[in-house]
């Protein structure tokens, strides 16, 4: 049996391919920015943007009342799942936090029922 450092990474030659494990972070991080990019521009055109998030995978986004009602409301009406800003401070209770880590899809048509919920509320 072999204890030393150098003896581990040869076992683990294959999971320690620090080429393969760095493409791997850069291809996540190219697919959060693109779905933050797809969320930016649909809170955008609906007038709801605010800011634009650089190294998050989540937005906030304000929905102007309770977060928790908010929150409770866009699940039962649009079934898109939020976390209620109040979670994360009382100054955020006027927020929900989006993810972004989900399919393209799945965060444009999130968005967009998030958007329409906000505007009829």
Not at 70 to 85: I, M
């Amino acid at each position: 049996m072999c204890s030393h450092a150098g003896c581990t990474c040869q076992r683990n030659e294959r999971v320690c391919d620090h080429g393969a494990f760095w493409q791997g972070i850069t291809d996540m991080c190219v697919a959060y920015a693109k779905r933050r990019d797809i969320a930016v521009d649909i809170l955008r055109a609906h007038g709801l943007h605010a800011y634009t998030p650089h190294g998050a995978f989540y937005i906030l986004v304000h929905c102007g009342m309770d977060s928790t009602q908010f929150a409770y409301r866009l699940l039962d009406t649009a079934s898109v799942a939020v976390a209620p800003g109040s979670a994360f401070g009382i100054e955020a209770n006027e927020y929900v936090r989006i993810s972004l880590a989900s399919s393209d899809d799945d965060v444009r048509e999130g968005v967009t029922r998030l958007c329409k919920c906000v505007l009829e509320s």
